[in-house]
């Protein structure tokens, strides 16, 4: 066997191994349990279908909350933001007069406002990510609140609600906006020299300061693009439900958070990345599905996606830890045993040379 169809051989197996696609495994197994268990229900492509499209606002939801965290920002705040826009929305309809055509491009400013407000406080305010988006977060519940009364805001307009119903081959057209956003999130962070500059970021911040990178711009950047895609997570999820719902959007933070964690550990050895976050959402989602279709009680959501959060998270530092380790290894190479007799063979046999 010659040294390339070797090479060829290791890289498939680094490719299909546990450690690389541990999501495909265990939604392999899910779903032959489930399968199992209740076949009648749990195998309807109506049931796919609908796992489908109520997780695209989801998803949307964990890739907005992935791109700040590429920079080294923590976003606390993406359930709120979600919630402000489904509400403001809402009420530019129900209350102002304003049609949803006049409206939708208002709340993406909105959130892009608020993703700018959020990346000042952070760079400029010198806050860290975890307490600055905490606080943006019950600033946002408390307008959220006062804009909604604690009420649901119905009268939206019609036509409105197509938006997020209206399907196109039997498939909603939530998911293909989350299509479309995936790919071009993608693009940028895999395929462009702003993606490098971004992962640069969040990897060592002073080293691509030293290298000239404006971290602080790009972590702003990062923040204003998490808070358009949380606005138009809220729209679509207001659309869906055809009225403001105050309560939905805060509790999209565990899921997206717990998706985006897990999904860093499959395809990139603890990078944060597009089609692993995707994939962990509906690995997640299908295995809730599974326990609500068995009967299991309404709370058992929260536990699963609490217990995956915390396996997601310490996976995800294992391997960077891992991923740091091997890089180390290879950057000292060791030079092999000679006889300690030949001249200056001691001297190289106990001094190995270090390479970057």
């Not at 032959?32 to 229900?41: G, S």
């Not at 105050?246 to 985006?260: F, M, N, R």
């Not at 030079?335 to 970057?356: A, L, N, Y």
Request: hydrophobic share 50%.
């Amino acid at each position: 066997m010659s040294t390339t169809q070797v090479s060829r051989g290791a890289t498939v197996a680094r490719a299909l191994s546990f450690r690389n696609i541990s999501a495909v495994y265990i939604f392999l197994l899910i779903f032959l349990i489930f399968a199992l268990v209740v076949p009648r229900t749990f195998l309807q492509p109506g049931v796919w279908l609908t796992l489908l499209d109520a997780q695209s606002v989801t998803a949307i939801a964990a890739i907005a909350v992935m791109i700040p965290l590429v920079t080294g920002s923590f976003n606390l705040a993406i359930g709120y933001e979600v919630g402000f826009a489904g509400i403001l929305i809402a009420v530019l309809q129900a209350q102002l007069g304003i049609p949803f055509s006049v409206g939708i491009p208002l709340t993406l400013l909105v959130g892009a406002l608020i993703g700018f407000i959020s990346g000042l406080i952070i760079t400029k305010g010198r806050i860290d990510s975890f307490i600055a988006t905490l606080g943006l977060s019950s600033i946002l519940l408390a307008g959220l609140s006062w804009m909604s009364a604690n009420r649901q805001i119905t009268g939206l307009h019609d036509g409105f609600r197509d938006i997020a119903t209206s399907r196109w081959l039997g498939i909603t057209v939530p998911t293909y906006v989350m299509i479309v956003i995936a790919m071009i999130a993608w693009y940028i962070l895999e395929r462009t020299t702003l993606g490098r500059k971004m992962y640069a970021a969040g990897y060592n911040a002073e080293g691509a300061r030293l290298a000239g990178v404006h971290v602080s711009l790009l972590r702003i950047g990062a923040l204003i693009a998490c808070g358009v895609l949380a606005a138009i997570a809220g729209i679509l999820l207001t659309s869906r439900l055809n009225t403001g719902e105050p309560t939905v959007g805060p509790g999209l933070l565990l899921p997206a958070l717990t998706a985006v964690f897990l999904g860093s550990t499959q395809f990139r050895g603890g990078r944060f990345n597009v089609w692993g976050t995707l994939l962990a959402v509906y690995v997640l989602a299908v295995g809730i599905k599974g326990l609500q279709l068995i009967g299991s009680p309404p709370y058992i959501s929260d536990l699963f996606n609490g217990v995956a959060l915390l396996l997601a998270v310490g996976l995800s530092q294992w391997e960077k830890t891992s991923a740091r380790t091997a890089a180390i290894r290879r950057s000292i190479p060791f030079g092999r045993r000679r006889d300690p007799e030949s001249t200056g063979d001691v001297e190289k046999e106990r001094s190995p040379s270090f390479t970057v």
